[in-house]
């Protein structure tokens, strides 16, 4: 394990930038608990660990020559974190190919960095084989999203692409959440399909509705306005799986 | 409409201390979206309302007389918010009686602002009569949880008591939220009836298990480790209210 170098903090935090992450296909996980998940599970896609010199010993020996000590001043600077922290780690990105059968999650335009870790997290609790997201969707690879996610990012693939094209050529079932759709419990869900949720503020785009099979809906009983779009996905995750 | 004074001032930021929210039995809402849907929704409650100038007369007129202004750099030192917003608004707390019909929820321990806030926006889309903490559950009066609550604070009644001593006097049926109980899909509810969600990271109490007459489960189909309690909320009051 050797102290890493000036240049090296300049190249973790240049991956703070979605630009640069993508450009390398890498993403950094910060603290403890993601990191460690991430060796344990993800080991075969991890790039570099770097560490507090308290903590580089708790990293397993294997991933030594790959492990690069810090101060924690260093650390904070390179972290995308404001609490302080012990380690980060970069992996390469997986790159799974799209799946034609399964449930898959299609999101068109999340915004919020947290709902889209817990629909992640929902996906990885739910056994879900894919999450797609339109290109104007937040960055999967965010620290925000991979904090939230609790480890999902390393099992769950999440595709980037022109959503319209991926649905209108899909043999897929695809089932919108809407306002005023169908009540999602007197639906049929066959095993292969596709759940699309839409935009926090604006719901999915009318072009995106156009491609629908049926229109789902969550009845309300109470006086709020709407719900959540992650508190809905998992109503209606819920219900399609069991 | 006058200015507010600088004895107003301090006495609008003493409120951001949860001690003397609970002394005055007040709270604070934000932001033009919160303020006006509490002025329509929660008028008889209202003690005062803040507003930079060039707001101000949106208020409307009934108000005007317990209207007050500030500058931009007043509304900011007064304000919870990092981002900078154009009102404020000092409501009365509603006090309701604890009802003994109806669904509610007991919350044992929640922490994190965002899932209160969450589930009170749950609670008002799904019809829920009441929530029920424990005493060390986070505030509800908190400027986070109004802000994630989208209005329901004005409409769902929020105890803070023993919960201990609440369930066990209580004759409602007890459904518990935990890891290893009967499938919630399995499970008859009544009309009548609490559902008791634990700690983020903690669970339920092992006293507070103890008085559940079902523990129920939502069972997992994929890999994550647990499921957020706020989406976990979200499952469980679909199955229950529909």
Known sequence: MEPLSKAGQKWVRSLHLKKNRDQEALFLAEG???VMEGISVFASYLEMVIALDSFALK??????SRTFTVSPKELEQISELKTPNKCIAVFRRSKAVLLENGLTIALDG???????GTILRLADWFGIKQIVCSKDTVDCYNSKVIQSSMGAIYRIPVHYTDLIT?????TLQKFGAMLNGTSYKKVNYPEDAILVMGNEGKGVRPEIEALFDVSVTIPRFGQAESLNVATATAILLAEIVS
């Open 32 to 34: 403890e608990k993601s």
């Open 59 to 64: 990293i397993p020996d294997q991933f030594h």
């Open 110 to 116: 999340i915004q919020d960095p947290g709902n889209m």
């Open 166 to 170: 991926y649905l209108s050529h899909t």
